[in-house]
Protein backbone atom coordinates (compact mmCIF):
# COMPACT_ATOMS: atom_id res chain seq x y z
CA UNK A 1 0.00 0.00 0.00
CA UNK A 2 2.76 2.34 1.02
CA UNK A 3 4.36 1.11 -2.32
CA UNK A 4 1.36 2.27 -4.31
CA UNK A 5 1.09 5.80 -2.52
CA UNK A 6 4.99 6.30 -3.07
CA UNK A 7 4.44 5.22 -6.44
CA UNK A 8 1.55 7.80 -7.13
CA UNK A 9 3.20 10.98 -5.80
CA UNK A 10 6.77 9.98 -8.50
CA UNK A 11 3.89 9.57 -10.76
CA UNK A 12 2.46 12.74 -9.93
CA UNK A 13 5.81 14.07 -9.84
CA UNK A 14 7.34 12.73 -13.20
CA UNK A 15 3.59 14.02 -15.28
CA UNK A 16 4.05 17.48 -13.55
CA UNK A 17 7.73 17.87 -15.00
CA UNK A 18 6.84 16.76 -18.06
CA UNK A 19 4.29 19.24 -18.48
CA UNK A 20 6.60 21.90 -17.48
CA UNK A 21 9.16 21.05 -20.22
CA UNK A 22 6.51 20.47 -22.93
CA UNK A 23 5.15 24.39 -21.74
CA UNK A 24 8.90 25.50 -22.10
CA UNK A 25 10.12 23.99 -24.94
CA UNK A 26 9.93 25.18 -28.34
CA UNK A 27 7.25 24.51 -29.97
CA UNK A 28 6.86 20.86 -31.72
CA UNK A 29 4.20 18.77 -34.08
CA UNK A 30 2.10 19.55 -36.56
CA UNK A 31 0.44 22.91 -37.48
CA UNK A 32 -2.69 22.81 -40.13
CA UNK A 33 -3.23 25.64 -41.94
CA UNK A 34 -6.39 26.08 -43.72
CA UNK A 35 -6.63 28.87 -46.72
CA UNK A 36 -7.88 28.88 -50.30
CA UNK A 37 -4.62 29.98 -51.38
CA UNK A 38 -3.39 26.94 -54.30
CA UNK A 39 -1.34 28.20 -56.74
CA UNK A 40 -1.47 31.15 -59.76
CA UNK A 41 -0.48 33.46 -57.60
CA UNK A 42 -2.00 32.47 -54.74
CA UNK A 43 0.24 30.00 -52.98
CA UNK A 44 3.47 31.62 -53.35
CA UNK A 45 2.98 34.43 -50.20
CA UNK A 46 1.58 31.61 -48.49
CA UNK A 47 4.61 29.22 -49.34
CA UNK A 48 7.47 31.83 -48.56
CA UNK A 49 5.48 32.76 -44.91
CA UNK A 50 5.68 28.99 -44.42
CA UNK A 51 9.45 28.78 -45.35
CA UNK A 52 10.14 31.20 -42.98
CA UNK A 53 8.75 30.24 -40.45
CA UNK A 54 9.75 26.72 -40.40
CA UNK A 55 13.09 28.22 -40.18
CA UNK A 56 12.07 29.72 -37.31
CA UNK A 57 10.34 27.02 -35.67
CA UNK A 58 12.23 23.67 -37.25
CA UNK A 59 10.14 21.14 -34.95
CA UNK A 60 7.18 22.08 -36.45
CA UNK A 61 5.49 20.50 -39.32
CA UNK A 62 3.75 22.72 -41.30
CA UNK A 63 0.38 20.65 -43.25
CA UNK A 64 -0.78 23.38 -45.87
CA UNK A 65 -4.59 22.37 -45.91
CA UNK A 66 -5.78 25.02 -48.49
CA UNK A 67 -8.51 24.16 -50.75
CA UNK A 68 -8.49 25.35 -54.53
CA UNK A 69 -11.12 28.12 -55.36
CA UNK A 70 -10.77 31.86 -56.15
CA UNK A 71 -12.54 33.93 -52.75
CA UNK A 72 -12.55 30.95 -50.66
CA UNK A 73 -15.64 29.50 -52.73
CA UNK A 74 -14.64 25.99 -52.48
CA UNK A 75 -12.70 26.57 -48.58
CA UNK A 76 -15.44 28.15 -46.89
CA UNK A 77 -17.80 25.38 -47.20
CA UNK A 78 -15.05 22.42 -46.49
CA UNK A 79 -14.23 24.39 -43.48
CA UNK A 80 -17.84 25.10 -42.17
CA UNK A 81 -18.09 21.53 -42.46
CA UNK A 82 -15.04 20.52 -39.88
CA UNK A 83 -16.11 23.26 -37.72
CA UNK A 84 -19.38 21.51 -37.48
CA UNK A 85 -18.03 18.46 -36.95
CA UNK A 86 -15.53 19.41 -34.41
CA UNK A 87 -12.85 19.22 -36.01
CA UNK A 88 -10.81 22.56 -37.04
CA UNK A 89 -7.55 23.33 -38.23
CA UNK A 90 -5.03 25.02 -35.84
CA UNK A 91 -5.29 28.21 -37.80
CA UNK A 92 -7.53 29.54 -40.89
CA UNK A 93 -7.94 32.13 -43.13
CA UNK A 94 -11.24 34.41 -42.67
CA UNK A 95 -11.59 37.77 -44.17
CA UNK A 96 -11.91 40.47 -41.80
CA UNK A 97 -15.30 42.23 -41.31
CA UNK A 98 -18.89 40.42 -41.43
CA UNK A 99 -17.18 37.43 -41.89
CA UNK A 100 -14.98 37.15 -38.99
CA UNK A 101 -17.83 37.99 -36.70
CA UNK A 102 -20.85 37.23 -37.88
CA UNK A 103 -20.12 34.04 -39.52
CA UNK A 104 -16.72 32.77 -36.85
CA UNK A 105 -16.70 35.21 -34.04
CA UNK A 106 -17.42 34.35 -30.80
CA UNK A 107 -19.40 31.19 -30.91
CA UNK A 108 -15.84 29.27 -33.04
CA UNK A 109 -12.80 31.51 -32.57
CA UNK A 110 -10.70 32.17 -29.09
CA UNK A 111 -10.24 36.13 -28.42
CA UNK A 112 -6.93 37.36 -29.36
CA UNK A 113 -6.22 40.29 -26.87
CA UNK A 114 -3.49 39.13 -25.34
CA UNK A 115 -1.70 38.47 -28.45
CA UNK A 116 -2.07 42.23 -29.54
CA UNK A 117 -1.05 43.91 -26.13
CA UNK A 118 2.07 40.87 -25.83
CA UNK A 119 3.65 42.40 -29.08
CA UNK A 120 2.30 45.73 -29.09
CA UNK A 121 -0.14 45.43 -32.10
CA UNK A 122 -3.10 47.70 -30.62
CA UNK A 123 -0.84 50.85 -31.95
CA UNK A 124 0.40 48.79 -34.91
CA UNK A 125 -2.59 48.06 -36.78
CA UNK A 126 -4.92 50.50 -37.84
CA UNK A 127 -7.74 51.28 -35.80
CA UNK A 128 -10.52 51.13 -38.91
CA UNK A 129 -9.34 47.35 -39.42
CA UNK A 130 -8.73 46.41 -35.78
CA UNK A 131 -12.63 47.46 -35.64
CA UNK A 132 -13.40 44.83 -38.55
CA UNK A 133 -12.29 42.11 -36.21
CA UNK A 134 -13.59 43.29 -32.58
CA UNK A 135 -16.44 42.16 -31.06
CA UNK A 136 -17.43 42.94 -27.83
CA UNK A 137 -14.10 44.15 -27.10
CA UNK A 138 -12.95 40.36 -28.10
CA UNK A 139 -10.69 40.66 -31.46
CA UNK A 140 -11.00 37.37 -33.20
CA UNK A 141 -7.44 37.76 -35.98
CA UNK A 142 -5.04 38.25 -36.96
CA UNK A 143 -4.48 40.87 -39.98
CA UNK A 144 -2.51 39.39 -43.00
CA UNK A 145 -2.78 41.85 -45.06
CA UNK A 146 -4.92 44.69 -46.53
CA UNK A 147 -6.52 44.42 -50.54
CA UNK A 148 -7.99 46.30 -52.96
CA UNK A 149 -11.41 45.38 -54.79
CA UNK A 150 -11.91 48.24 -57.26
CA UNK A 151 -8.67 48.23 -59.39
CA UNK A 152 -8.81 48.09 -62.87
CA UNK A 153 -5.84 46.47 -65.13
CA UNK A 154 -5.29 47.01 -68.56
CA UNK A 155 -1.92 47.19 -70.82
CA UNK A 156 -1.28 50.31 -71.80
CA UNK A 157 0.71 49.47 -75.13
CA UNK A 158 -1.88 47.76 -76.05
CA UNK A 159 -4.93 49.98 -75.40
CA UNK A 160 -2.87 52.21 -78.03
CA UNK A 161 -2.11 49.89 -80.15
CA UNK A 162 -6.04 49.03 -80.39
CA UNK A 163 -6.30 52.90 -80.54
CA UNK A 164 -9.00 53.13 -77.07
CA UNK A 165 -7.82 54.91 -74.04
CA UNK A 166 -8.83 54.37 -70.63
CA UNK A 167 -12.67 54.89 -70.02
CA UNK A 168 -13.54 57.75 -67.43
CA UNK A 169 -16.99 57.09 -67.22
CA UNK A 170 -19.19 53.91 -67.29
CA UNK A 171 -21.31 55.51 -70.55
CA UNK A 172 -18.11 55.84 -72.41
CA UNK A 173 -17.07 52.25 -72.02
CA UNK A 174 -20.41 51.53 -73.07
CA UNK A 175 -21.36 53.14 -75.94
CA UNK A 176 -17.48 53.58 -77.46
CA UNK A 177 -15.01 51.80 -75.88
CA UNK A 178 -16.88 48.03 -75.71
CA UNK A 179 -18.07 48.31 -79.55
CA UNK A 180 -14.93 49.83 -80.69
CA UNK A 181 -12.79 46.63 -79.15
CA UNK A 182 -15.68 44.37 -79.91
CA UNK A 183 -15.55 44.84 -83.81
CA UNK A 184 -11.68 44.45 -83.47
CA UNK A 185 -12.17 41.24 -81.85
CA UNK A 186 -10.87 41.92 -78.06
CA UNK A 187 -12.73 41.45 -75.41
CA UNK A 188 -13.60 44.58 -73.71
CA UNK A 189 -14.05 43.37 -70.69
CA UNK A 190 -13.15 39.98 -68.82
CA UNK A 191 -14.94 38.04 -65.61
CA UNK A 192 -14.95 34.77 -64.71
CA UNK A 193 -17.21 32.37 -62.36
CA UNK A 194 -20.03 33.69 -59.93
CA UNK A 195 -17.64 35.69 -57.47
CA UNK A 196 -15.70 37.41 -60.19
CA UNK A 197 -18.99 38.98 -61.09
CA UNK A 198 -19.75 40.01 -57.50
CA UNK A 199 -16.85 41.40 -57.64
CA UNK A 200 -17.40 43.43 -60.97
CA UNK A 201 -21.22 43.87 -59.71
CA UNK A 202 -19.23 45.91 -56.48
CA UNK A 203 -17.12 48.60 -58.59
CA UNK A 204 -19.98 48.95 -60.57
CA UNK A 205 -22.67 50.02 -57.79
CA UNK A 206 -20.06 51.95 -55.91
CA UNK A 207 -19.47 53.92 -59.63
CA UNK A 208 -22.87 54.59 -59.77
CA UNK A 209 -24.33 55.00 -55.78
CA UNK A 210 -21.31 56.83 -54.93
CA UNK A 211 -19.73 56.55 -51.36
CA UNK A 212 -22.67 56.87 -49.24
CA UNK A 213 -25.56 55.18 -51.51
CA UNK A 214 -23.06 52.47 -51.61
CA UNK A 215 -22.39 52.44 -48.25
CA UNK A 216 -26.29 52.67 -47.48
CA UNK A 217 -26.93 49.33 -48.83
CA UNK A 218 -24.96 47.80 -46.00
CA UNK A 219 -27.30 49.85 -43.25
CA UNK A 220 -30.64 49.91 -44.83
CA UNK A 221 -30.56 53.82 -45.82
CA UNK A 222 -30.29 52.84 -49.65
CA UNK A 223 -33.37 50.85 -50.47
CA UNK A 224 -32.31 47.53 -53.11
CA UNK A 225 -35.61 48.30 -54.74
CA UNK A 226 -34.92 51.79 -55.06
CA UNK A 227 -34.51 53.49 -59.27
CA UNK A 228 -30.57 53.93 -58.68
CA UNK A 229 -30.16 50.28 -57.78
CA UNK A 230 -32.08 49.32 -61.19
CA UNK A 231 -29.71 51.57 -62.68
CA UNK A 232 -26.40 49.59 -60.90
CA UNK A 233 -28.14 46.72 -62.72
CA UNK A 234 -28.92 48.44 -66.02
CA UNK A 235 -25.08 49.59 -65.98
CA UNK A 236 -24.24 46.21 -64.75
CA UNK A 237 -25.85 44.32 -67.67
CA UNK A 238 -24.40 46.43 -70.39
CA UNK A 239 -21.00 45.65 -69.32
CA UNK A 240 -21.95 42.39 -68.98
CA UNK A 241 -22.69 42.19 -72.69
CA UNK A 242 -19.07 43.51 -73.08
CA UNK A 243 -17.35 40.40 -71.54
CA UNK A 244 -16.39 37.26 -72.45
CA UNK A 245 -18.54 34.19 -73.14
CA UNK A 246 -16.73 31.53 -71.49
CA UNK A 247 -16.95 33.56 -68.46
CA UNK A 248 -18.59 31.11 -66.12
CA UNK A 249 -16.25 28.33 -66.81
CA UNK A 250 -12.78 30.61 -65.49
CA UNK A 251 -11.51 31.72 -62.05
CA UNK A 252 -9.94 34.58 -61.75
CA UNK A 253 -6.63 33.70 -63.20
CA UNK A 254 -7.43 32.87 -66.69
CA UNK A 255 -9.98 36.26 -66.56
CA UNK A 256 -7.19 38.38 -65.42
CA UNK A 257 -4.69 36.42 -68.03
CA UNK A 258 -6.43 37.39 -70.97
CA UNK A 259 -5.66 41.53 -70.54
CA UNK A 260 -1.62 40.23 -69.67
CA UNK A 261 -1.88 38.22 -73.34
CA UNK A 262 -4.22 40.85 -74.77
CA UNK A 263 -7.08 38.99 -75.45
CA UNK A 264 -8.87 41.65 -73.76
CA UNK A 265 -8.83 44.99 -72.76
CA UNK A 266 -9.62 45.39 -69.11
CA UNK A 267 -10.35 43.09 -65.95
CA UNK A 268 -11.50 44.47 -62.76
CA UNK A 269 -9.92 42.46 -59.85
CA UNK A 270 -8.70 42.87 -56.49
CA UNK A 271 -4.84 43.59 -55.86
CA UNK A 272 -3.90 39.49 -55.68
CA UNK A 273 -4.21 40.47 -59.58
CA UNK A 274 -0.90 42.28 -58.84
CA UNK A 275 0.49 39.30 -57.10
CA UNK A 276 -0.48 37.29 -59.98
CA UNK A 277 1.54 39.71 -62.69
CA UNK A 278 4.66 40.19 -60.47
CA UNK A 279 5.36 36.81 -59.09
CA UNK A 280 3.79 33.84 -61.79
CA UNK A 281 4.20 35.88 -64.88
CA UNK A 282 6.74 38.33 -64.03
CA UNK A 283 5.33 40.81 -65.89
CA UNK A 284 6.30 44.44 -64.98
CA UNK A 285 4.18 47.26 -63.30
CA UNK A 286 3.61 50.58 -65.27
CA UNK A 287 4.69 48.63 -68.57
CA UNK A 288 3.47 45.36 -68.69
CA UNK A 289 0.80 46.01 -66.73
CA UNK A 290 -0.99 49.19 -65.68
CA UNK A 291 -3.71 49.86 -63.35
CA UNK A 292 -6.67 52.44 -62.95
CA UNK A 293 -9.82 52.40 -60.59
CA UNK A 294 -12.74 51.27 -62.05
CA UNK A 295 -15.33 54.62 -63.30
CA UNK A 296 -16.47 56.32 -61.00
CA UNK A 297 -14.57 54.79 -57.84
CA UNK A 298 -11.66 57.22 -58.12
CA UNK A 299 -10.50 58.59 -54.54
CA UNK A 300 -12.92 55.67 -52.70
CA UNK A 301 -10.97 52.09 -51.42
CA UNK A 302 -13.09 48.96 -51.51
CA UNK A 303 -11.00 47.40 -49.09
CA UNK A 304 -10.93 43.61 -47.70
CA UNK A 305 -8.65 41.58 -45.53
CA UNK A 306 -7.26 38.61 -44.73
CA UNK A 307 -6.80 36.88 -41.72
CA UNK A 308 -6.15 34.16 -39.76
CA UNK A 309 -7.15 32.99 -36.41
CA UNK A 310 -7.13 30.68 -33.52
CA UNK A 311 -10.70 28.05 -33.57
CA UNK A 312 -11.43 27.32 -30.13
CA UNK A 313 -10.51 22.98 -29.78
CA UNK A 314 -7.53 24.10 -32.29
CA UNK A 315 -5.37 20.62 -31.90
CA UNK A 316 -2.05 22.25 -31.94
CA UNK A 317 -3.09 25.68 -30.23
CA UNK A 318 0.47 26.70 -28.84
CA UNK A 319 1.81 25.79 -32.62
CA UNK A 320 -1.06 28.33 -33.58
CA UNK A 321 -0.25 30.92 -31.51
CA UNK A 322 3.52 30.87 -32.57
CA UNK A 323 2.04 31.15 -36.56
CA UNK A 324 -0.32 33.79 -35.55
CA UNK A 325 2.70 35.86 -33.56
CA UNK A 326 4.96 35.41 -36.83
CA UNK A 327 1.83 36.36 -39.22
CA UNK A 328 1.72 39.92 -37.56
CA UNK A 329 5.03 41.18 -37.12
CA UNK A 330 6.25 43.27 -39.75
CA UNK A 331 8.91 40.88 -40.97
CA UNK A 332 6.32 38.18 -41.80
CA UNK A 333 3.96 40.54 -43.50
CA UNK A 334 7.25 42.14 -45.87
CA UNK A 335 7.66 38.77 -46.91
CA UNK A 336 4.17 37.96 -47.74
CA UNK A 337 2.68 41.20 -48.82
CA UNK A 338 5.07 41.80 -52.11
CA UNK A 339 4.35 38.48 -53.14
CA UNK A 340 0.45 38.64 -52.46
CA UNK A 341 0.12 41.67 -54.20
CA UNK A 342 -1.29 43.35 -50.76
CA UNK A 343 -0.53 45.95 -48.49
CA UNK A 344 0.72 44.93 -45.11
CA UNK A 345 -1.85 45.55 -42.36
CA UNK A 346 0.54 46.40 -39.64
CA UNK A 347 1.98 49.76 -39.98
CA UNK A 348 5.29 49.27 -38.90
CA UNK A 349 5.87 47.24 -42.09
CA UNK A 350 8.71 48.59 -44.42
CA UNK A 351 5.98 49.58 -47.18
CA UNK A 352 8.37 52.99 -48.03
CA UNK A 353 10.86 50.79 -49.24
CA UNK A 354 10.09 50.71 -53.19
CA UNK A 355 13.05 47.48 -53.60
CA UNK A 356 10.30 45.20 -51.66
CA UNK A 357 6.99 47.58 -52.71
CA UNK A 358 7.24 48.56 -56.22
CA UNK A 359 5.43 51.28 -58.02
CA UNK A 360 1.87 49.66 -57.72
CA UNK A 361 2.19 49.09 -54.13
CA UNK A 362 3.41 52.67 -53.64
CA UNK A 363 0.40 53.92 -55.29
CA UNK A 364 -2.34 51.46 -53.39
CA UNK A 365 -0.66 52.62 -50.16
CA UNK A 366 -1.04 56.09 -50.93
CA UNK A 367 -4.47 55.76 -51.70
CA UNK A 368 -5.59 53.53 -48.80
CA UNK A 369 -4.25 56.06 -46.51
CA UNK A 370 -5.90 58.87 -48.05
CA UNK A 371 -9.22 57.61 -49.72
CA UNK A 372 -12.51 57.07 -48.26
CA UNK A 373 -12.77 53.31 -47.44
CA UNK A 374 -15.66 51.27 -47.84
CA UNK A 375 -15.91 47.39 -47.35
CA UNK A 376 -16.18 44.90 -50.22
CA UNK A 377 -19.04 42.42 -50.68
CA UNK A 378 -17.52 39.63 -52.75
CA UNK A 379 -14.95 39.74 -50.15
CA UNK A 380 -17.11 39.20 -46.84
CA UNK A 381 -15.91 42.74 -45.30
CA UNK A 382 -19.74 43.46 -45.64
CA UNK A 383 -22.60 40.99 -46.00
CA UNK A 384 -21.16 37.91 -45.56
CA UNK A 385 -23.33 34.59 -45.10
CA UNK A 386 -26.59 34.30 -46.48
CA UNK A 387 -26.89 37.48 -47.59
CA UNK A 388 -23.82 37.14 -49.81
CA UNK A 389 -24.81 33.39 -51.06
CA UNK A 390 -28.31 34.68 -52.33
CA UNK A 391 -26.89 37.63 -54.06
CA UNK A 392 -24.29 35.54 -56.11
CA UNK A 393 -27.35 33.35 -57.13
CA UNK A 394 -29.23 36.50 -58.03
CA UNK A 395 -25.93 37.88 -60.34
CA UNK A 396 -26.47 34.44 -61.92
CA UNK A 397 -29.89 34.35 -62.55
CA UNK A 398 -29.68 38.52 -63.88
CA UNK A 399 -26.76 37.05 -66.13
CA UNK A 400 -29.18 34.75 -68.11
CA UNK A 401 -32.20 37.34 -68.15
CA UNK A 402 -30.85 40.67 -67.50
CA UNK A 403 -33.98 41.86 -65.59
CA UNK A 404 -32.91 44.74 -63.32
CA UNK A 405 -36.72 45.30 -61.59
CA UNK A 406 -36.54 42.20 -60.71
CA UNK A 407 -32.89 42.00 -59.30
CA UNK A 408 -33.58 44.79 -57.35
CA UNK A 409 -36.89 43.27 -55.99
CA UNK A 410 -35.29 39.66 -54.96
CA UNK A 411 -32.13 41.78 -53.60
CA UNK A 412 -34.35 44.02 -51.38
CA UNK A 413 -36.29 40.81 -50.11
CA UNK A 414 -32.86 39.55 -49.57
CA UNK A 415 -31.87 42.08 -47.31
CA UNK A 416 -34.71 41.95 -45.62
CA UNK A 417 -34.63 38.22 -44.30
CA UNK A 418 -31.05 38.52 -44.09
CA UNK A 419 -28.91 41.62 -43.19
CA UNK A 420 -31.85 43.74 -42.22
CA UNK A 421 -33.39 41.52 -39.62
CA UNK A 422 -30.04 41.62 -37.92
CA UNK A 423 -30.70 45.46 -37.57
C1 LIG B 1 -10.03 36.98 -51.87
C2 LIG B 1 -8.88 36.91 -50.90
C3 LIG B 1 -7.62 37.19 -51.60
C4 LIG B 1 -7.49 36.35 -52.84
C5 LIG B 1 -8.75 36.35 -53.67
C6 LIG B 1 -8.75 35.41 -54.84
O1 LIG B 1 -11.22 36.67 -51.25
O2 LIG B 1 -9.09 37.84 -49.90
O3 LIG B 1 -6.53 36.97 -50.73
O4 LIG B 1 -7.13 35.10 -52.45
O5 LIG B 1 -9.85 36.05 -52.88
O6 LIG B 1 -8.79 34.09 -54.47
Redesign the pocket.
Given at each position: MKFLRLFGVMLLLVLSVTSVTAQDAEPSGDLELFS??TGGG?AAGLEALIERFTELYPDVNVVNSAVA????VNARAVLASRLDAGEPPDSFQA?AGSAMINIYGAARMEPLNFLYEENGWMEQFPEGLLDLITDDGNIYSVPA?I?RSNVMWYVPGNLEEWGVTVPETWEEFISETCPALQEAGIVPLSVGQSWTQVHLWESVALGVLGVEGYNGLWDGSTAWDSPEVVEVFDTYGQILDCTNDDRDAID?QPASQMVAEGTAAFNIM?D?AAGYFLTDLELEPGTDFAWTTPPGTEGVFIM???TFGLPIGAPHRENAIAWLTFLGSAEAQDIFNPI?G?LPANTTADIENTELYNAYFQDAYEDWTTNEIVGSL???TVGAGEFLNGFSELIAQFAADHDSETATLFAAELYEDTLGAED
Open positions: WWEGGSGHNHWGWLSDKSAHE
